[in-house]
């Protein structure tokens, strides 16, 4: 079978899994894919974004694909495909569908010694199957339906480019129709009695179904930014600082949905001996249940009414008093805090709108700052946190909002070291699709959270910031600018909400200049005030 035959016959299947989306990188081996996937994009199939370095292509297909249409990545053979490790590990965990293609020497050149050649059969093992292809036979018998990525690793043999450029025509194309369900696991409903002092964690991509299942059992939601559960009457801002009261040392019952993964507080309750755990499991490649706890399926309410109406009106109110002394404690710092920029991004975000934040420092000030969002308002918050990287944040930012085709807006808040670290993100040719998207980075010079752990006691000051904090003096606006990106660097909130309120289109950063010198003995005293309310 000829290359180019294959390369049809590939475009075949991809229509057949409904991908929508298309990412490449430029390659020779690769170069009938690429051919026939522009040929096809004329002719109104797949849309194609190309990117110069593959591990951004692995991200940017990566976001595309969380946005809720689905992706396919295309690399050349050798190191190429190894780039695309992060991104593929990162929807292994998180269980997102994402298609790898990637070129190949025939079977009778491997182990000979040809260039660019290794052995990428299996490469992303044991997390994702290869599939070997070299025939449209092989393509055939490939299910396109997956609970996470897939990779084809295509054998193309010599002549690698047609005589005449390829003339694809799509035919009926086929939608997306591989649900993320946190309820696929074939464990039968798990029906749940009133009694035991219960709260509901809503992880990374719970789902409405968390806050459905809160709100009809009466109890406390914890639900992490990128759970889709933040919303409602029954969702708590400062519960990762509540359960260290006697609130928390209270709770009988946790009901799992999603992937918690933001605070200690949460894991701590979560490996107590004395409270039942009870886990949804979700998608990606973990296990049904972590050890101590149970595995359910669906989760029913039993009862004829809500739980008793004071353990939900006990957090509720502790909510709503601690967080009005964390807003005045952060309200009274005389410089722009990483809090205070969490806090006006969320606030700019429209009905609507998307919102990606980065992993590390930003997402938890988010889980503190963000006040639940009202039901159906349809703010889309979403976050790598499958394995929870800095690298790759804004190519899948890049992607998530192309993936919308709408106007609504999109933002995205990342720290200075995420920024820097996937700054190739922002090398668009000039025929390459660009979204509108607003990039926040609070900039600290340097790597806060290691400040708030261990190693950031006084103890290690003298090694702190060669090892930890870090500090790059990257002039953030000289790189924009190499990348002739707008834009704009601010020092107070009133810059930043300006800002924030006026949009230039396009991709665009703003750079919120913000100190972590004092950055450990800030989150001591928000911590200080859950237990010392007259701090």
């Known amino acids: ?94 269980g997102i569908p994402l298609v790898v293609l990637s070129a190949d020497r025939p079977a009778r050149l491997r182990g000979t010694g040809a260039n660019q050649t290794t052995d990428q059969v299996g490469i992303f093992s044991p997390f994702v199957s290869t599939y ?71 992880g990374d991509d719970a789902g409405p179904r968390a806050r459905q299942l809160a ?61 039942e755990v009870l886990v949804v499991p979700g998608p990606g490649v973990w296990p049904p249940a972590p050890p101590g706890s149970t595995a359910i399926g669906a989760p029913r309410w039993a009862g004829d009414a809500p739980d008793d109406p004071a353990w939900l009106d006990a957090w509720r109110d502790a909510d709503r008093a601690l967080a009005r002394r964390v807003d005045r404690l952060l309200a009274d710092q005389p410089t722009l805090t990483p809090y205070d920029v969490a806090r006006a991004t969320h606030a700019a975000l429209p009905a609507g709108g998307l919102l990606v934040v980065g992993a590390s420092s930003p997402i938890r000030d988010l889980d503190l700052v963000a006040r639940p969002t009202p039901v159906g308002s349809r703010r ?34 990342m720290g200075d070291l995420t920024f820097l670290h996937d700054q190739t993100a922002l090398a668009l040719g000039p025929d390459e699709p660009r979204p509108d998207l607003t990039i926040v980075v609070p900039n600290d010079d340097g790597g806060a959270i290691f400040s708030m752990l261990e190693q950031g006691a006084p103890a290690h000051a003298a090694s702190f910031e060669r090892l930890f904090g870090t500090p790059h003096g990257t002039d953030l606006a000289s790189l924009c600018a190499a990348h002739r990106v707008p834009h704009l660097r601010v020092t107070s909130r009133p810059e930043l909400e300006q800002a924030l309120a006026s949009p230039n289109g396009g991709i665009e950063v703003v750079e919120a200049v913000v100190d972590r010198t004092g950055r450990r003995e800030l989150d001591a005293a928000i911590r200080a005030l859950a237990t010392d309310p007259g701090q």
């Open 215 to 275: 709100e009809a059992a009466g109890w406390p939601l914890l639900a992490e930014p990128s759970s889709g559960a933040r919303t409602g009457e029954h969702a708590l801002r400062t519960y990762r600082l509540l359960l260290g009261t006697d609130l928390g040392a209270r709770v009988e019952r946790v009901v799992v949905l999603g992937r918690p993964t933001l605070s200690r507080p949460v894991t701590r309750l979560l490996e107590r001996d004395d409270v």
């Open 132 to 202: 070997d292809l070299a025939s449209e036979a092989d393509l055939l018998a490939v299910s396109p339906d997956a609970e996470g990525p897939l990779h084809l690793n295509l054998q193309l043999d010599a002549p690698l480019v047609p005589e005449a450029p390829p003339g694809v025509v799509p035919d009926e194309k086929h939608a997306f129709g591989v649900e993320i369900s946190a309820f696929r696991q074939g464990l039968p409903p798990r029906e749940l009695a009133p009694g035991p002092r219960t709260v509901v964690v809503a």
């Open 1 to 94: 079978m000829t290359a180019a035959d294959l390369a049809a016959a590939c475009l075949t299947w991809l229509r057949r899994a409904g991908v929508s989306e298309v990412v490449v990188a430029p390659g020779s081996r690769n170069a009938p894919l690429l051919l026939a996937l522009w040929a096809a994009e004329q002719a109104g199939g797949p849309r194609l974004h190309t990117r110069i370095d593959e591990r951004t292509a692995g991200f940017l297909a990566l976001g595309l694909t969380k946005s809720g249409a689905r992706a396919a990545v295309v690399t050349t053979s050798g190191t190429a495909i190894a780039n695309l490790h992060p991104a593929v590990l990162e929807a292994a965990h998180a």
């Open 380 to 413: 889309k918050v979403i976050a790598n946190r499958g394995l929870a990287g800095i690298d790759g944040t804004v190519s899948t930012a890049i992607g998530a909002a192309l993936g919308r085709r709408d106007s609504t807006r999109s933002l995205a808040l």
